[in-house]
């Protein structure tokens, strides 16, 4: 017997459905019988009823799952059985996940001899606090059923506490926004604060020697400069070098010369480079692109060319860039009124001079918020600095050398294997503060300078 | 003013010259503007070209004729266990590898079992699980290839293992086959029998759980901040995190659910659960930005007429303003979950990075999703895996840009000008 929550839901949600066919059905047998008129139609007194008997239950049935599997583990630790236990560190968990495994059905047999005899103790407890829950479930499921099927009266203003209910539902609803953002930057100060107890934030954001290595800290070695700069170098650099021209001249293009005919076509053909997995993309980069530039840097004479490169990473960043910027480029040179346009046309001037002198100037801050954008998207991608640009922290602005990002270096601290406390996993969670901030800064930075420069024209 | 300039010659040479100038510009300009568009298109196909001309191999594996003799190497198997659920235990350990092994070393000279699937024995066992009479005779098996020889099959190979596959292939022992395996299997070492069945399946129940949390919270969201919100302190923080949320970089949703789902909460790590709880939160902001704009295009009129005859504002919204805004918020939502079918980052750092040999069974069990397989993938050394990476990637491409061919079609179909 375990404590099943899609299962449980499921059964609220039947007993809710039979409530609200009594709610229904007993507001309708009222009206009957009375002669008197419903305050409400009946299928709002059904509502209620079920809303009663469904809410209670369900919010009962979150905390009770999130929090019963600690009060399992509880339970187990004051046995008998977990006496012979290690005191802390990853074995201690390794062994009670895997005794929990066991207990729950869903491995056959224990892994580690030691927790085979905590497997009994995990059940019978899992056991006990299941039933304890699911009484506790049904309890508060009919006992709100019944206060609301007692409320139940001709007059009774159904509709406007369901209302009042739903109402309710949609804040709480648009909260979980908030509460996301709160989540993310709890989380990462949390765990950061933690770090920074180990290693000084200047040493973070100034140092200059990037080489964590597991176990005790080791002083000076978690500058992360050489990060900021790969991320730069790829992000900010090689990347926006391939994404403004092509971006910026594709919708110069799409919007000024090509037929509407073919405008239809094409736009969407280029969409599709923004919609591309970045996996496949990192895939792409490293397989086909990164020995492609390779070869090109060993025949122009570069010495030290490596097959993870920068540049393979930047450029194909670039490409999956590509869309995002001249779509802002296309918003913000369609926003610019037409009589400008036709102002300049009809003192003469060609259309390319029109676009370059007139258009372009005047669509300046819009196509500038959109590369802040573009870069603040750049510098937080993942997968195709991971696949094709190395782990190598170099500090040098040869492309064709391989360099590393911080968000390839978040990837690479949190998968190896070891426990969480180390001042290297900690770190990885530094580096997303970090991360999380500047592009924080960008957005806000970017989305002010387009929202200011369109309000200069409408 | 005296010094009148004289009027300007048009036709003298300066001029045209001046003129034809400004026209070369243009046109070059114009020029530059096509070569940008066409840069950006022939990238795109040849990132396409280059996938599927890689993996289209991906989904046909070359098999070898090896005729298998039974009466000279009996199975030694109780024929009346073969229906058993132990069945496989009792044909692996009556030594059926072995059997095979010899016959292929026998029909394909010295070295012969190297160029069998080391799994290939595995096929002769299900073929003797359907017809238990194959042991009474001798029969030809079709049976997979070594990833080497697939390989050299191809693409051609040179020494002495392209020799003997040219002998082969000379002999019409080589066919090549759809490879069912890769669309029945889930990931393995061996190239010959992994597949991304798994994949797809924990891909399948990751989105659906993401959309389960993110479309009902989304379109709520939505409605409430368009139709109810007052505009006050509270509803602009909300505004302005959903916004924000919507450009946080997607590994920081990774660092968010390993802090807080799995150390924190503790629900189960690397499952399709704790994978569609983080994509969740990364589609929702773009749910509700999207379903934001299809509200927003409802016109006024109809909430007043509602209005008017009598309906509640919550009646107003869900029986009038919900439904005439849906089709534009499936469009939004299908986009969103598009993307977040495709996204790697923040799921490498909640664990899903594990090698998964099982399908998985439920939410809470380890699963890995496509684009993590070809992540995987990529990183393996066994040439075999190049053409697997490309088909995984080809049937990923498939998924999404049908997903997103549904949502312009809904688009254009459902779109109203008011």
């Known amino acids: 017997m375990t404590f099943n929550a899609a299962a449980l839901l499921l059964l609220i949600a039947g007993l809710a459905l039979i409530g609200w066919l009594a709610g229904r059905a007993r507001s309708s047998m009222l009206a009957g019988r009375a002669g008197a ?27 009770w799952s999130a929090v019963s599997p600690g009060l399992v583990t509880n339970t187990v630790l004051a046995s008998e059985a977990a006496k012979e236990l290690p005191a ?13 495994n066991v207990a729950t059905g869903r491995q056959a047999a224990v892994r580690i001899p030691a927790a085979a005899p905590l497997v009994k103790p995990y059940a019978d407890a899992s056991h006990t606090y299941a039933w304890v829950g699911i009484a506790a479930m049904l309890a508060l499921a009919l006992a709100g059923g019944l206060y609301a099927f007692t409320r139940i009266k001709p007059d009774f203003r159904a509709r406007t506490r369901v209302e009042k209910i739903v109402m309710l539902l949609l804040l709480v609803a648009s909260l979980v926004a908030i509460l996301t953002t709160f989540g993310i930057v709890l989380s990462l100060l949390f765990e950061s604060i933690r770090f920074f107890r180990l290693v000084s934030p200047a040493e973070l954001l100034f140092g200059t020697n990037w080489a964590p290595t597991s176990g005790a800290p080791v002083k000076d070695t978690f500058g992360g400069i050489p990060l900021f700069w790969g991320t730069v170098l790829i992000g900010a650099i090689i ?47 490293a397989l086909t692109v990164a020995p492609a530039l390779r070869e090109f840097a060993v025949m122009i004479g570069i010495p030290n060319a490596s097959t993870e490169s920068a540049l393979a990473a930047g450029i194909v960043m670039g490409v999956m860039i590509i869309p995002f910027v001249s779509s802002m480029a296309d918003d913000s040179i369609n ?34 918020g959109g590369i802040l954008l573009a870069v603040s998207r750049a510098i937080g ?31 690479k601290l949190l998968t190896g294997d070891q426990e969480f406390d180390s001042a290297k996993t900690l770190a990885a969670f530094a580096l997303g503060l970090v991360l999380f901030v500047v592009t924080l800064l960008l957005n806000i930075v970017a989305l002010r300078i387009v929202k200011k420069y369109r309000e200069a024209y409408e | 003013m005296s010094d009148r300039t004289s009027p300007t010659d048009w036709k003298g040479g300066a001029m045209q010259g001046r003129i034809a100038r400004r026209y070369a510009a243009e046109r070059r300009f114009r020029l530059l503007g096509l070569g940008a568009v066409l840069l950006s298109g022939l990238f795109l196909a040849f990132l396409l070209f280059t996938m599927v001309g890689n993996g289209l191999r991906g989904f046909t594996y070359t098999n070898v004729e090896v005729p298998v003799d039974f009466k000279a190497m009996p199975l030694t198997v109780d024929a009346s266990r073969l229906g058993d659920a132990d069945a496989d235990q009792v044909i692996a350990g009556a030594g059926l590898a072995d059997i095979v092994a010899f016959a292929a070393d026998e029909a394909l000279g010295d070295g012969g079992s190297a160029m069998i699937s080391e799994n290939a024995w595995k096929e002769v066992r299900t073929a003797i699980k359907a017809d238990p009479d194959l042991l009474k005779g001798a029969t030809v098996f079709h049976l997979p290839t070594s990833s080497t020889v697939d390989i050299a099959a191809k693409e051609g190979a040179k020494g002495e293992l392209g020799a003997k ?8 022992k080589l066919s090549t086959g759809i490879h069912w395996p890769f669309f029945k299997n889930a990931d393995a070492t061996d190239p010959a029998v992994a597949g991304i069945w798994g994949a797809l399946k924990g891909s399948v129940l990751t989105i659906l759980i993401a959309f389960l949390i993110a479309f009902p919270t989304g379109v709520l969201a939505a409605l409430y901040l368009e139709e109810y919100a007052p505009k006050n302190r509270w509803t602009d923080l909300i505004e302005v995190s959903i916004n924000n949320l919507a450009a946080v970089p997607s590994i920081i949703f990774g660092l968010l659910a390993l802090a807080v789902f799995i150390n924190w909460f503790g629900i189960c790590q690397a499952s399709a659960l704790v994978g569609g709880l983080t994509l969740a939160l990364m589609t929702m902001p773009v749910i509700v930005i999207a379903s934001r704009n299809a509200i927003k295009s409802v016109p006024p009129s109809i909430r007043d007429a509602a209005l008017g005859v009598g309906a509640s504002p919550v009646q107003v919204v869900f029986h009038h303003v919900l439904p005439l805004a849906l089709p534009g918020i499936l469009t939004g939502t299908i986009i969103g979950m598009a993307r977040a079918l495709g996204e790697t980052a923040p799921l490498l750092l909640i664990g899903m990075r594990a090698f998964i040999g099982d399908v998985p069974s439920g939410v809470c069990s380890p699963a890995t999703v496509l684009p993590m397989q070809i992540f995987l993938w990529s990183d393996e ?19 999404l840009l049908s997903m997103n061919a549904l949502a312009i079609y809904l688009r254009n179909k459902f779109e109203k000008r008011w």
């Not at chain 1, 802390?88 to 929990?100: K, M, T």
């Not at chain 1, 102002?343 to 196509?367: C, D, F, H, M, Y």
């Not at chain 1, 190395?390 to 911080?406: C, D, E, K, Q």
Request: net charge positive; charged share 15%.
């Open chain 2, 165 to 172: 596959v040219d002998a082969l292939e000379r002999d019409g």
């Open chain 1, 37 to 63: 008129k419903l305050h409400s139609r009946p299928q709002y007194h059904g509502w209620y009823v079920a809303l009663w008997l469904f809410a209670p239950a369900a919010l009962f049935l979150a905390v």
């Open chain 1, 381 to 411: 991608e993942t997968m195709i600095v991971v696949m094709a640009a190395g782990l190598s922290a170099n500090m040098t602005a040869n492309p064709f050398a391989s360099v590393t990002t911080v968000t390839a270096q978040i990837v």
């Open chain 1, 239 to 285: 990347a926006m070098i391939v994404a403004i021209p092509i971006g910026m001249m594709s919708a110069v293009y799409l919007t000024q010369y090509a037929n509407p005919r073919v405008r239809r076509w094409v736009k969407p053909c280029l969409e599709i480079l923004a919609g591309v997995p970045t996996v496949v993309y990192g895939y792409f980069a």
């Open chain 1, 88 to 100: 802390f560190g990853f074995e201690r968990g390794a062994i009670l996940s895997d005794a929990r």
């Open chain 1, 335 to 368: 926003a610019v009124p037409q009589a400008m346009r036709d102002g300049s046309l009809a003192l003469g001037a060609t259309p390319n001079e029109t676009i370059r002198q007139v258009l372009i100037p005047a669509a300046l801050p819009g196509v500038m």
């Open chain 2, 381 to 399: 050394v066994d040439r075999g895996f190049v053409e697997k990476t490309s088909a995984a990637i080809i049937v990923l491409l498939i998924v």
